[in-house]
């Protein structure tokens, strides 16, 4: 089982949709998990991160953790195609070491 | 803006030349991180310094080094290229924040191909 799980995708939505990725952890000592986007070609750029349980809003971008479940998610809001790219989760474990998953390849069609 | 820089951003090169890549920040972090990827695939992390003279191996097998003289510097040698190191290089630095997070800032890469 890898430490950070993600849909490899591609998810596709529409303009004006919502987006929802989702990302599963493995580590229960997980304390800090972040979301990162990544333009084919460029290197990730941080979205936002989250430490506590619940949600965490950043304009159209809204975190999600459920520790219990393992769970983090990203919601995007009024989705643009500027939004397509990939989006990668990082969850940080025992000795601060952050791990990656795969990334979740988001494209927003016209 | 990242204040992270990385030289060169495209090198290629033949098979058993010594490379450098550099890597400097200006922000004044203690961590740096060294991360390997190939076109779609995810991030593997190959080498970190928690601060000057300090050096760990990441979590990938890698045959580069790094060196750590000078808190804004760290940059990643292999003495002697081949194809199988042709890939994307990117390097990182981090800083907690006062939540303590860990976020990372990347540079713009260093896409190495090696014939």
């Known amino acids: 089982q890898k430490e950070v799980e993600q849909n490899s995708g591609p998810l596709s939505v529409p303009e004006g949709a919502i987006a929802s990725l989702n990302c599963t952890y493995s580590?229960?000592?997980?304390?800090?998990f972040f979301w990162y986007r990544q333009y084919s070609g460029k290197s990730p750029e941080l979205i936002m991160f989250i430490y506590s349980n619940g949600d965490k809003e950043d304009g159209r971008f809204t975190a999600q953790l459920n520790k219990a479940s393992q769970y983090v998610s990203l919601l995007i809001r009024d989705s643009q195609p500027s939004d397509s790219a990939t989006y990668l989760c990082?969850?940080?474990?025992?000795?601060?070491?952050?791990?990656f998953g795969t990334g979740t390849q988001l494209k927003v069609e016209l | 803006e990242a204040d992270i820089y990385q030289t060169p951003r495209y090198l290629v090169i033949g098979t058993g030349k010594k490379i450098t890549l550099e890597c400097s920040q200006t922000?004044?972090?203690?961590?740096m991180y060294w991360y390997q990827q190939d076109p779609g695939m995810e991030l593997h992390l190959i080498h970190y310094s928690y601060g000057v003279n300090s050096t760990e191996k990441g979590d990938l097998s890698s045959e580069s080094t790094v060196s750590r003289i000078r808190t804004e510097h760290f940059p990643l040698t292999l003495e002697s290229a081949r194809p199988s190191h042709t890939s994307q290089y990117l390097c990182?630095?981090?800083?907690?924040?006062?939540?303590?997070?860990?976020?990372?800032?990347f540079g713009a890469g260093s896409r190495l191909t090696v014939l």
């Open positions: 990182a630095s981090s800083q907690h924040r006062a939540s303590g997070a860990n976020v990372l800032t």
């Open positions: 580590d229960r000592g997980s304390q800090s």
């Open positions: 922000m004044g972090h203690d961590k």
């Open positions: 990082a969850v940080t474990g025992g000795g601060n070491k952050l791990t």
